[in-house]
């Protein structure tokens, strides 16, 4: 099994800024699809973003774009959502997803990261 593992999340204030991280101990920045997802209490876990490392193409959720950023670094082998400008409603646990194509079935899962945006 793949095993994905998140880290940078936490606590900020409004209009502040958080990278987070996903690392795996398999190659994910060669091929796949690497997303973040996120979920709110009470709320269906949401795509954020994804990058299709076929071709590098990204694709963002209309409430993110502008704000957000998704990279992948060969040499880290990791993939990094860059979140600015962030406001409360982008609380959430945030996961790491990785899938072999886009609209694929699911590899594997993070175990989630918890990313709170005070006011």
């Known amino acids: 099994q793949v095993q994905l593992a998140e880290s940078g999340g936490g606590l900020v204030q409004a209009g502040g800024s958080l990278r987070l991280s996903c690392t795996s101990s398999v190659n994910i920045v060669s091929h796949y699809v690497i997303g973040w997802y996120r979920q709110a209490p009470g709320l269906q876990r949401e795509l954020v973003a994804h990058?299709?490392?076929?071709?590098?193409?990204?694709n963002y959720t209309d409430s993110v774009k502008g704000r957000f950023s998704i990279s992948r670094d060969k040499a880290e082998n990791a993939v990094y959502l860059q979140m600015n400008s962030l406001q409360p409603e982008d609380t959430g646990v945030y996961y790491c997803n990785l899938r072999l194509y886009v609209g694929g079935p699911t590899i594997s899962w993070g175990q989630g990261i918890q990313v709170t945006v005070s006011t």
């Open positions: 990058i299709d490392n076929s071709n590098g193409r990204a």
